[in-house]
């Protein structure tokens, strides 16, 4: 061929050639850990854009503890209302 044309990085019947596959003993196993870390990263993404609800958890969990406090008596009102308005945001 003149222009080399048989496809992107040295042709093949999909256009990747000898890219990941056949380079040296280890055969297909780049493309192997490559899909792996591909999918391990999507799971991560995936993952932290899904809200939990332990920091709802934890919200309710302090805000029952700072009433308790009050109710007891360990805290005054005004620690309370400046307390709650931290919590509360």
Request: hydrophobic letters at 45%; charged letters at 20%.
């Amino acid at each position: 061929m003149m222009w080399n044309c048989n496809g992107w990085m040295g042709g093949g019947p999909y256009g990747i050639g000898n890219f990941f596959m056949g380079i040296g003993p280890f055969e297909g196993l780049l493309s192997l850990l490559l899909f792996v870390l591909v999918i391990y990263l999507l799971f991560k993404i995936v993952r932290s854009l899904i809200p939990t609800s332990k920091a709802t958890s934890d919200k309710n969990d302090s805000l029952r503890i700072l009433k308790n406090r009050l109710a007891k008596g360990e805290i005054t009102q005004e620690e309370y209302s400046r307390m709650y308005e931290i919590l509360k945001i």
